[in-house]
């Protein structure tokens, strides 16, 4: 034998990529889940300066009204929009619960209604502020969260 064939080839690491983008989630998530919990305190408060505060200018709110054969799919633009329909739908109502949840594998919102999961919201950030909510309102479909 030679001292060459004892010798192990080192290939550039293939997983730095990954382990890079890990790291980046460990650390952005309690980030995350810091601004989704602003975001619900604000809606549920109806505290529409706070809220303009989170959201970025071109925000876009996508509201998936459902539908089984056709979808019912409305996109809101621009901050002052986005405000009407998200004070509208976040703040207090008595028999509505706006609970932190996590939707998709991530920090979101549930909206419940004598226990019953009525929608349900994705929150997508670019930089620090708020750029979309994806809100889903068909009850067929977010009938899975209403049991575990």
């Known amino acids: 034998m030679t001292l060459t064939s004892k010798e192990t080839t080192r290939t550039p690491s293939t997983d730095a990529p990954s382990r890079f983008a890990a ?24 505290d529409s300066a706070r809220l303009r505060s989170l959201l970025a200018p071109d925000v876009a709110v996508v509201v998936d009204g459902g539908g089984t054969v056709e979808p019912m799919i409305k996109v809101i633009r621009g901050v ?24 998709n594998a991530q920090a979101g919102l549930m909206l419940r209604r004598h226990g019953e999961a009525i929608a349900a919201m994705t929150i997508d950030f670019s930089a620090h502020l708020i750029s979309v909510v994806w809100i889903r309102l068909y009850p067929e479909r977010l009938r899975r969260w209403n049991h575990v």
């Open 80 to 103: 002052d929009e986005a405000l009407m329909v998200l004070v509208h739908g976040l703040a207090t109502q008595p028999d509505v619960v706006v609970e932190e949840s996590a939707v």
């Open 23 to 46: 790291t980046r989630r460990w650390l952005v998530r309690p980030l995350h889940h810091r601004a989704v919990h602003e975001f619900r305190v604000a809606g549920v408060g109806a």
